[in-house]
C-alpha cells in the first residue's frame, strides 16, 4: 500500500507541476489543484460521500467563506443550491471540509484556519437522529462538528519540523472547538492535532496515505446526522 501511494503522490505532484505551474492565473491554478485532490477523493472515498465545492449554511441564514472541498452526505440530505460547479449545503449533512493550498506557508496556512472556522462554527440546530423509536432531535452540546483538514502540495517550510512549529504557533490562536484537526503537506509530512490540545503527531512519510486513512477513518466514525428541512424554512412552516 505505501508503494501505492507513492506513486499516487508522484503523479499528483507531476501534475502540479507540469500543469498547474504554467498557469499564469492564480485563481485557475487554485481551482486546477482543488480538482487534483477532489477527483481523487471522489475515487477513493466511499461512494455514499460526496465531494463538492461551495459554501456551508445553517439555519438562521449562517454561512461559511466559500469553501475549497467538502465532503458532505447526498444519500438522505439535499443541497440548499445546485449548482453545475458549485452548492450551497446545509451543515448537517457535512462530515469534513478540506482548504486546499498549492505551496504552504504560515499566511496561507492562516487563511486555511481561518476557511476551516468559518464552517466549525456553524450552528447545526437542524440536526436529528432516525432511532428504532422515531427521530429524535440532537441537542447542540452534544453534536459533532465537521473535521476540518488543511492540504497543501507543496509548502515553503525546508523541513516537516519547521512546518510543523508553524502549525503549532498558529493553533493557540484559535478556539479549541473550531480548531483543524490534521494538515496533510504532499510532498513533505501530515500533522494530526491531538485532541483538545494544540500539540501534534508527525508523519514524515507517506503523507497522503495518512491522509486518506485518518480522513476515511473520520468519516466512519461521524454520526450519520439527518437533519429538519423545515427549520430551514420558518417563515413558511413556523418553527
Keep these: 500500500m505505501k508503494k501505492h501511494y507513492a506513486g499516487l503522490t508522484s503523479r499528483m505532484l507531476s501534475e502540479i507541476e507540469t500543469i498547474s505551474d504554467q498557469m499564469s492565473h492564480s485563481g485557475e491554478k487554485g481551482h486546477n489543484n482543488e480538482l487534483v485532490l477532489g477527483e481523487f477523493l471522489k475515487r477513493t472515498l466511499a461512494s455514499r460521500y460526496t465531494v463538492s465545492t461551495g459554501k456551508v449554511v445553517s439555519v438562521g441564514g449562517h454561512e461559511s467563506g466559500q469553501i475549497d472541498l467538502i465532503v458532505h452526505d447526498r444519500m438522505d440530505t439535499p443541497a440548499l443550491v445546485e449548482g453545475r ?98 494538515v496533510c503537506i504532499l510532498d513533505q509530512c501530515f500533522m494530526v492535532r491531538k485532541a483538545y490540545t494544540t500539540e501534534t503527531l508527525v508523519f514524515r512519510e507517506h503523507a497522503l496515505m495518512h491522509f486518506f486513512v485518518f480522513l476515511s477513518q473520520s468519516l466512519e466514525r461521524f454520526p450519520k446526522y439527518h437533519m429538519d428541512l423545515s427549520r430551514y424554512f420558518t417563515d413558511d412552516y413556523g418553527t
Design 85 to 182: 460547479a458549485w452548492r450551497l449545503i446545509p451543515v448537517e449533512s457535512v462530515y469534513a471540509v478540506i482548504s486546499v493550498k498549492t505551496t504552504l506557508d504560515k499566511g496561507e496556512l492562516r487563511d486555511a484556519l481561518k476557511s476551516v472556522e468559518s464552517v466549525r462554527a456553524l450552528p447545526r440546530s437542524a440536526a436529528i437522529l432516525h432511532l428504532p423509536s422515531g427521530v429524535a432531535e440532537v441537542p447542540e452540546s452534544q453534536l459533532l462538528r465537521p473535521k476540518g483538514f488543511v492540504f497543501a502540495f507543496k509548502s515553503s517550510w525546508s523541513t516537516p519540523e519547521s512546518a510543523d512549529a508553524a502549525f503549532r504557533d498558529l493553533l493557540p490562536k484559535v478556539d479549541d472547538g473550531y480548531r483543524p484537526n490534521a
